[in-house]
């Protein structure tokens, strides 16, 4: 059974965990103190010292850990993050529908789907958290922090299980659209199909030749929009960055993507030029009643500023 923390939510994030190591036997403990192996487990810009003094870090009893207190193997420990002061993303994350288990948002690009790295405010499940007061929502899938539109989020945690499997079961269908140069040599519809890896701590994935096939995407031109492309994408699987690596290995990067096909040095709070990638269609028969769910987005390619309210687009 989880332990139940010894403090409270802080921005809609439950407060960070850690655990120091257990006993071993006959080995000495590599830290004299709870303080330095505070210092050793986390990050050089946290500041250790400074919530040591404050009493930021407690053990299970909401106790005040201490700097110079002894290490204690298998002592937990809690803490909320020390968040950095994140610029405010800007658009609407426009609720296109909700219910006793699901919510189902369009979000605009730069906004993170869910804490992490230093965007933590600033994401979809921070804000809705407190927005609709729901400190169990979590998405279902995945969805880049470049990429608008659609995502699946459950209410509660016991709500999870069945649409995750939907998801790993590929029984979701999912479109999305892309704003990319057109190729008039290209022959289309084609059907890519590879193998995608993204190694932890790079930011770009890569295509391994050769090795077996673990990524598939149709890609089909729906129109023509001031001489770029409006591609129609049906992703079969979802590996990361699959579709921004597809349309690049044809030779139609997607219009405003800083990774493929070359990295370019973007900061990260510069919101000016969104990735022109858009998650516009989820469809699928729901596991829990069986009826036929389809969503579709607000937005369109391309994708340019926020959208004002309209009429939510859900059956």
């Known amino acids: 059974m ?7 939510a802080r921005h809609g ?4 965990h850690l655990c120091t190591p257990p006993p071993r036997r006959g080995t000495p403990d590599a830290w004299p103190t709870m303080g330095a192996w505070l210092r050793d487990r986390l990050p050089e810009h946290v500041d250790v010292a400074g919530m040591l003094a404050a009493g930021e870090f407690v053990d299970a009893d909401g106790r005040a850990v201490r700097d110079d207190e002894p290490f204690v193997a298998a002592r937990h420990v809690w ?3 020390v968040l950095r002061d994140e610029p405010v993303v800007p658009g609407t994350v ?17 906004l993170a789907s869910i804490p992490r790295g230093r965007h933590i405010v600033q994401s979809v499940v921070v804000r809705l958290r407190a927005e609709l007061g729901l400190p169990e929502l979590s998405p279902l899938h995945r969805l880049d922090r470049g990429t608008s539109g659609l995502l699946l989020l459950a209410t509660e945690q016991r709500w999870r299980a069945p649409y995750q499997t939907a998801f790993e079961r590929r029984a979701v269908d999912k479109t999305y659209r892309a704003l990319a140069p057109l190729r008039p040599d290209l022959a289309l519809p084609v059907v890519v199909r590879n193998h995608i890896r993204k190694v932890r701590g790079t930011v770009q994935a890569e295509v391994v030749p050769g090795a077996p096939v673990n990524a598939e995407t149709t890609v089909e031109l729906e129109r023509e929009h001031d001489g770029l492309g409006v ?3 049906h992703p079969r ?10 349309l690049a290995g044809l030779g139609i990067p997607i219009v405003g993507d800083p990774l493929y096909p070359v990295e370019r040095d973007v900061d990260l709070d510069d919101f000016r030029h969104p990735l022109q990638l858009l998650a516009a269609e989820l469809a699928f028969d729901d596991p829990v009643d069986g009826r036929r769910r389809e969503f579709r987005s607000v937005r369109d390619v391309p994708l340019t500023g926020d959208v004002p309210d309209t009429d939510t687009r859900a059956t």
């Open 94 to 110: 426009h609720v296109v529908h909700r219910d006793e288990r699901l919510v189902v948002v369009d979000k605009p690009p730069f």
């Open 2 to 8: 989880p332990l139940r923390p010894p403090l409270p």
């Open 13 to 16: 994030l439950a407060p960070a």
């Open 231 to 233: 591609y129609r994408l």
């Open 79 to 81: 803490f909320h993050r």
């Open 237 to 246: 699987t979802g590996r990361t960055h699959q579709l921004r690596l597809h």
